[in-house]
């Protein structure tokens, strides 16, 4: 199984990324996705899921109404589209994917167990 996040980077505050998690080696189809971030000296804390029918969608609270969790199962990958971006977004964002074990919504870290490599997004004030 491999996971590969892609599409940090700098942005100032207000502006927009969209992150990018490649998936391999594994039914993509039948698997629940994840966004995670860790900010330095702070622990991984969960941003965004979705089911691998994409019907369903969950946020953190933090980022509700500004960040969108999507899917393509043809391409076996997941998205994040991230707007109004603060600079407490800051941190290295993590895709993550388990199978679908019909417990919704899945949130924890250790709910979890691929993880891709992270990408680094920084936000600028």
């Known amino acids: 199984v491999q996971l590969q996040a892609s599409g940090g980077g700098v942005v100032q505050a207000g502006g927009s990324l969209r992150l990018s998690c490649s998936a391999s080696?594994?039914?993509?189809?039948?698997?629940?996705m994840g966004w995670f971030r860790q900010a330095p000296g702070k622990e991984r804390e969960f941003v965004a899921s979705i089911t691998w029918t994409g019907g369903n969608h969950y946020y953190a609270d933090s980022v509700k109404g500004r960040f969108t969790i999507s899917r393509d199962n043809v391409r076996n990958a997941a998205y994040l589209q991230m707007d109004s971006l603060k600079p407490e977004d800051t941190a290295v964002y993590y895709c993550a994917a388990e199978r679908d074990r019909g417990t919704w919504p899945t949130i924890a870290v250790h709910d979890y167990g691929y993880w891709g490599q992270g990408t680094q997004v920084t936000v600028s004030s």
């Open positions: 080696g594994y039914n993509f189809m039948r698997h629940v």
